[in-house]
Each structure stands twice: as structure tokens, then as C-alpha cells.
């Protein structure tokens, strides 16, 4: 029988390639190539036999309702996961090291061992006396979770795969555990879809909510095959500036509800608190007085409206070329409204090194906090304040016109709840009706010319 031919695949991407290479050509990665042993080849075909046949049912014939969820009292993690977790899904939650991704599962298996649900932390990088010592940090040594270290799936399924099966099982992390049939080396691409396979298998026939812990790599992607996010329910990402205390549950993938939510904490010495205004908290350092170079974003994080202080800072470059720094933004995105502010404003914006920053370690990604971010360009430039109770929310076209975006009421009644006062905002096509002052901005030359007037202070 001839053996099977080598096998080389890159750990980045899961790409076979038949010999080494230092330079992935399917991902472009460096030194993410592994030789890996060959897998038996697959039958050719099904042959004569049959198979079983399958059971079909009426898409009509299922109960209507919501599905049950278990609810963990984590408010901002149950609004991430859709209100709470679905029995039978697989839920991935990736974040860079440190952040807190095994604080925050463990404080999430102690308030569902507490509501009086079987939960099981199984930790494949740590021992569980090294659990117990972050349980008693964080007060929840009292919590009855079963705690277990292993890496092995095989003991793990024969361990909790019985008539008293947990109702929740954390795995820390996916890329400790491996498979004895294969014999690549845990974390590779093989093991990890492999005991990802397994672990969702069973999560699926004894309804057991699987949450599993993945690494990430250097550009933020979590660690091993893409292939991964797909067979999951539900794509988490836990992230925050290690300069800063809060911490963002942002939801990337969710088969059982929206896709757009983030929950806020706040890190503390004793664990992870949930922060139920974060508007408040990411406004709460801005100083009393108008100072140059700020402005307020009124913003939407799914269904939450959220105010977030924009810093930006124009400096005389040096440099043959400017220096760009953009924190918690897309810099594609300030090219852009920097281009629209030089060619359709004349405000030579270019030539000036600009950092943009976004307070709070807050990222946002919506087009609508383009006026916000121009505003505080040109604050920076006129070195004139924006008034402390003013915030902004538009889009900017390339012709330099304001468009109006989705949810004002929702931005405006939050402002106005945070004791502002007056917003400036992109034409609406019927009149409003706000708790408090609108100015309409139609295009960049009129918020240029609010700031270039003698009058700028009454903005």
C-alpha cells in the first residue's frame, strides 16, 4: 500500500501545501507552515450499501415561543448573547491575553452555579487549585462549579457526557485540547477542528451551552482555522486598551440574536463589574470647560446609544510625509474626511501631523462619527472649543454634504438624558421634535464657518 504523500499546512489560514515554504501563499503569513502527519485517505465512494434514511419534519410543525435561555444575571453579557444562553450552542469568545477572558467565564459559570444550574470549568492551561486562588480573589469561592484540568477531549466527553450532564461547560481554551487519534501537536489546525467538532457534537445532543476560550493571533484573528468561527453558534470578542479599566464584550457572530450589541465592564481588583451607563463612564474624565480639539459623539452600539469623547490634535509636521496616528477609528476613514476638509474646505489639513483618538478604549465603526471626528479636527486647527454641552452625529459624502443617519431619536434622547444641550446634525426630511436644540449642519463649509466666525463661541 503506497503511503500517503506529506503534508505541510499553515496554521494561520489551514492551507495544504505539498513542501515547506517560509511565506504562506494562500494567507501571505510568515513561518505559519507545520508538517503535519498525513490523515488516511477518504473512501472513494459510498459503494452499494444504503444508509439510514432520515426523519424529516414540517418547518410548521414546531411550537412557536422563544427558545428557553439561561439567564446568568450578567446583565451586559446576557444582552450580548441575545438575553441570555441557548442550551445546544457553542459559543467562542477570543480577546487578547490578559484581557480577561477567563475572569469574566468564571464569573459567568458562578452566577449560573449559584441560579442553581450544573456548570463545569475545565481548563486546559491551569491547574484547579490556580482557579480556585482567582475564585476567592474575585468572592466567588462559595459558587458550586466542578472544576477540572484536562486537554484530553475523549476523557472529557466520557466525563460529562451522562444523564447528569452539566448545563454549561466552559473549555479554557480550545487550543489546549486535542484528540489521541491525531497525532499532530495540540493548537494546530487538525486538533483544533477536531476537538471543536467533538466538544460542539455534544453540546448539540445533550443541550449543553459550550463556551469555548480561543487565543487570537497578533492582528487580533482568533488563533487556527477560520473554520472555527463557522461552526459556532455565537462569535465573541473581548477587548480594551490595557491603559484603560473598561472592557468590550462586542458580538461578532450570534445565531440567536443581533450581531451588533456590546456590553461594557469595568475591570477591577475584584473581577469584572457590569456597566449599565456607559456614556456616563466614558465621559467622566472630560474636563468641565470647552477645551480645543474635542467634540461629543453621539453613537450607536446596536440597540444602545452611547456618547464617547473624539480627541484629535493637529500639529505643524517636520516630516516629508505627516505622521497619522488614529486610536480606536479607522484611519482609512480620517483620509478620507481629511481629503474632503482640503479639497472641498481649503482648510489645508494635510500638511499637519494628526493623531485621533477615541476615549475610553472604545472602537467604533460607524460612518456616522464622521462629522464628530471633523469637528474636532478643525477645533484642533482654529485652536477654538467646541461648548461642553454640544454633540454631533453625520456622515460626510465626498462632495463634502452632511448625510443624516440611522436612530437620531434614540442619540438625541440619550444626550439630552447626560444634560446637553444642543446638537449638530445633518438635515432631517421632516422637522423634529427633540428634547433639546438643534442646529442642522447641510454641509463641512457651515461647520467651518461656525468655527472661523468672530462669533464662534455662541457655536
Known sequence: ???????????????????????????????????????????????????????????????????????????????VCGSGLVPGSAILIGGDPGIGKSTLLLQVAAALARAGHRCAYISGEEATDQVRMRARRLGLADAPVQLAAATNVRDILTSI?????????????????????????????????TSAQELIRLAKRRDIAMLLVGHVTKEGQIAGPRVLEHMVDTVLYFEGERGHQFRILRTVKNRFGP???????????????????????????????????????????????????????????????????VVGWDGNRLAMVMAVLDSRCDLGVSGNDVYLNVAGGLRIAEPAADLAVAAALISSLTNVAMPAESVLFGEISLSGEIRPVSQADLRLKEAAKLGFQRALVPPAPKRRTAPLEIVEIGHLHDLVALFTSRHAAAI
Open 1 to 79: 500500500m503506497a503511503q500517503p504523500a506529506e503534508r505541510f499546512v499553515c496554521q494561520s489560514c489551514g492551507a495544504v501545501h505539498r513542501k515547506w515554504s517560509g511565506r504562506c501563499g494562500a494567507c501571505g503569513e510568515w513561518n505559519s507552515i507545520v508538517e503535519e502527519l498525513p490523515e488516511s485517505a477518504p473512501p472513494k465512494g459510498l459503494g452499494a450499501g444504503t444508509g439510514r434514511r432520515i426523519d424529516f419534519s414540517a418547518l410548521d410543525s414546531a411550537p412557536l415561543g422563544d427558545e428557553p435561555r439561561l439567564a446568568t444575571g450578567l446583565m451586559e453579557f446576557d444582552r
Open 161 to 193: 457526557d451522562t444523564a447528569e450532564a452539566p448545563r454549561t461547560v466552559v473549555i479554557d481554551s480550545i487550543q489546549t485540547m486535542f484528540v489521541d487519534s491525531l497525532e499532530s501537536a495540540p493548537g494546530t489546525v487538525s486538533q483544533v477542528r
Open 259 to 325: 450581531t451588533d450589541e456590546i456590553g461594557v465592564f469595568e475591570m477591577t481588583d475584584g473581577g469584572l463589574i457590569e456597566v449599565a451607563n456607559p456614556s456616563a463612564l466614558f465621559l467622566s474624565s472630560r474636563p468641565g470647560g470647552a477645551v480645543s480639539g474635542t467634540s461629543v459623539f453621539a453613537g450607536m452600539e446596536g440597540t444602545r446609544p452611547v456618547l464617547v469623547e473624539i480627541q484629535a490634535l493637529a500639529a505643524r509636521s517636520s516630516l516629508a510625509t505627516p505622521r497619522r496616528t
